[in-house]
């Protein structure tokens, strides 16, 4: 038995090592994709394969990166931590050392651990959780913004443009919502304007109409809300049949076309903080025209954030003449990167310096356009 | 008025709403368990096939091109109550009536599965995430002044009013008066014996079950229009505060079912109106609690005879 396992051990790791420098030795370079494909968020899973896909097939025509030929990988964790895990353990299984994902917050932040301990690159095109880059992990970077910045930039507006008398700050209790209700109302407070109410909902209520009767009759008029679309459409739909009319604002969970489709008309004018619609930007155009032509949308907001995050790998790779995740890291730390979703830098952290959101403007057809 | 009293009155309003909608679906509970002793957890799961099947009607009939408000809601009425009863009746068959007289504790996971096997199977063909309906009845009244604070009732909240209050007349006159009815009450009381006098008690029995998932449609339809969202969960959260209602009030009595419902929608507005609205379950809740320890068998039941 012993003897038996032994042997059993000497093979797998022989394997391994063959594995590995079959992968090395290759002319292809095979990035590892990994978020959801399945589960109920895989429409963002898509989002970041269609960024991700269009990024390798752009820089392959151009003919690769030092010679090599890239191939994007598909990795499902169903934005299940536990399957997150399960992935990051195969994919350096199959000798990838370079990673775009993953999706979920919950997801990425597990899984950094093992990539960071195994020397894996990894850049995640939509993880906002201020936490993941907490742990001072060097092989983790983003091309997107953190949900604390959303809050800070949410309360800049609330002082700087739309100078509200009354202000409601309202969430629905999760850690997303809850934790950027209490960074928009503190920094308010810093700015000199106190909350009259800030309270919670539970998640998945269908009526709320002893909270707007509240909202009504302290006179409120612009109410901050921390959470996702659907109880904020629904509180924006029973507010305009009880004659509430204040002016609503969110954060990026509410950005959802289904907002307009449960609130109809009651969902114009709301703001939003969103990340910028990368798609508009002038130098993607034709990246834009080549992601219809497939008959993919390329309106996502993971979209390009996902094509920057290959675009970072591949221009460090290119600067450095090399894979080496080691020096591909410090260079990314270093050098500013010139992407789909504009010039980057990065700070200590793996963070972006600056912010990738923006205020917008919601409308009842469920477009969106910057506000004012 | 003053603004305060005028305030009060909304939130009374709100909570009387709110607990007619749990006391519809409350209704349905409290039936099923009066003649048969068990409780049908895949209750809320036939309000919410309910709530789809409306609005799948009135999407296609809209789409048809008919735009009369009081033709498209009958129609939407029938087909929402035939369709909800089929599935009710199905349930029982398939779920209910082979684990009769086992352990009352199989027939309740057995209810489990059926409520989670629906809300998947609705998921999957109607996709997990939220299915809006525009306004279809919408205005209302509004009084006092609205520089101060002004109420506001919709013609919809009356309607659910009245629909329960009717409901649930209807119904326990049919139980108490009609030879169907009777034949409920002596299933209620002992099943082997009303069996023996030859009475078809499966009849009465599938019979009970149709009538439930009628009254679930009826809720469907109501609360579909009102908030005028659904998704495969809503059965899940409704069953549940519509069971805690049912059990509030005395679970197997139908006027008890109203009560409940009306007591914990109130206690829920009341408790959002004054103090920060995340503890309104807290207190809801802290009241069933506190009611159930002073009378076991809530507000309007009858003390619980053991039956052989």
């Given at each position: 038995m012993n003897q038996f396992r032994k042997t059993l051990l000497g093979l797998s790791t022989a394997v391994c090592i063959m594995g590995m420098t079959a992968a090395a030795q290759a002319d292809t370079l095979?990035?590892?994709?990994a978020g959801p494909a399945t589960g109920p968020v895989a429409q963002y899973g898509d989002m970041q394969k269609i960024g991700?896909?269009?990024?390798?097939?752009?820089?392959?025509?151009?003919?690769?990166v030092n010679g090599m030929m890239l191939e994007g990988v598909i990795y499902d964790d169903a934005c299940d931590p536990k399957q997150a895990v399960a992935v990051a353990n195969k994919i350096v299984n199959d000798g990838i050392f370079h990673v775009v994902g993953h999706l979920c917050s919950s997801s990425t932040e597990p899984a950094s651990d093992i990539y960071e301990e195994e020397g894996v690159l990894m850049i995640t095109a939509a993880s906002t959780s201020p936490s993941i880059t907490e742990k001072g992990h060097q092989m983790l970077f983003r091309t997107i913004g953190l949900d604390s910045l959303q809050g800070s930039m949410a309360a800049q507006y609330i002082l700087g443009s739309a100078k509200p008398a009354r202000i409601a700050v309202i969430h629905d209790k999760q850690q997303y919502g809850e934790g950027l209700a209490t960074a928009v109302r503190d920094q308010l407070a810093e700015g000199g304007l106190k909350a009259t109410m800030f309270e919670g909902v539970t998640p998945g209520d269908k009526d709320f109409s002893a909270l707007i009767a509240k909202l009504k009759k302290e006179n409120v008029d612009f109410v901050?809300?921390?959470?996702?679309?659907?109880?904020?459409?629904?509180?924006?739909?029973?507010?305009?049949e009880k004659g509430f009319g204040a002016q609503f604002m969110g954060p990026e969970g509410i950005v959802n076309a289904d907002l307009a489709k449960i609130a109809g008309d009651a969902s114009e004018g709301v703001l939003a903080t969103a990340p910028k619609s990368f798609d508009q930007n002038a130098v993607n155009q034709a990246r834009v025209e080549a992601i219809k032509a497939k008959g993919e949308d390329p309106t996502g907001p993971f979209v390009f954030t996902?094509?920057?995050a290959v675009e970072v790998m591949t221009n460090a790779m290119t600067a450095t003449k090399s894979t080496d995740?080691?020096?591909l890291a410090a260079y990314i730390r270093a050098n500013e990167a010139d992407t789909a979703i504009g010039k980057i830098k990065y700070d200590e952290k793996g963070d972006l310096t600056e912010s990738t959101f923006l205020v917008y403007r919601l409308h009842k057809d469920g477009s969106k356009s910057p506000a004012q | 008025m003053s603004e305060f009293s005028l305030y009060l009155l909304q939130q009374l309003i709100n909570g009387l709403t709110i607990g007619s909608t749990y006391a519809l679906i409350a209704i349905g509970y409290t039936m099923v368990y009066g003649i048969i002793g068990m409780i049908n957890?895949?209750?809320g799961e036939i309000y919410m096939i309910g709530s789809y099947i409306t609005f799948i009607v009135i999407a296609g009939l809209m789409s048809m091109g008919i735009v009369s408000l009081p033709i498209i809601l009958i129609i939407a009425l029938v087909v929402a109550m035939f369709m909800a009863s089929t599935y009710g009746?199905?349930?029982?068959?398939?779920?209910?009536?082979?684990?009769?007289?086992?352990?009352?504790l199989i027939p309740l996971i057995s209810a489990i599965g059926m409520s989670i096997f629906l809300q998947n199977a609705v998921g999957i063909s109607q996709g997990f995430r939220d299915v809006a309906l525009p306004p279809m009845v919408s205005g209302g009244w509004a009084f006092g002044n609205p520089a101060d604070f002004e109420v506001t009732v919709s013609y919809m909240q009356v309607i659910i009013f009245a629909v329960t209050f009717v409901t649930m007349t209807l119904l326990t006159l049919f139980i108490s008066k009609s030879r169907m009815g009777r034949a409920c009450r002596a299933c209620a009381e002992d099943l082997g014996m009303t069996n023996l006098?030859?009475?078809?008690?499966?009849?009465v029995i599938a019979l009970t079950f149709i009538i439930g998932a009628a009254l679930a449609a009826i809720a469907g339809l109501l609360l579909g229009l009102y908030y005028g969202v659904v998704n495969p969960f809503v059965g899940f959260i409704a069953g549940l505060k519509a069971f805690t209602a049912a059990v509030l009030g005395g679970i197997g009595s139908i006027p008890g079912a109203v009560l409940g419902g009306l007591i914990l929608g109130v206690t829920e507005a009341m408790t959002a109106a004054f103090f920060p609205s995340e503890y309104k379950d807290v207190v809801a809740f802290g009241l069933l609690i506190t009611i159930l320890l002073f009378r076991p068998s809530g507000l309007l039941g009858k003390p619980e005879i053991e039956k052989v």
């Open positions: 095979k990035i590892g994709l991700v896909m269009a990024a390798i097939e752009d820089i392959n025509k151009a003919g690769g901050y809300y921390g959470g996702y679309h659907p109880e904020l459409g629904l509180i924006l739909r029973q507010s305009a996902a094509y920057a995740t080691e020096k | 957890f895949a209750h009746w199905a349930v029982e068959r398939v779920a209910y009536r082979p684990l009769r007289g086992t352990n009352r006098l030859g009475i078809n008690t499966n009849k």
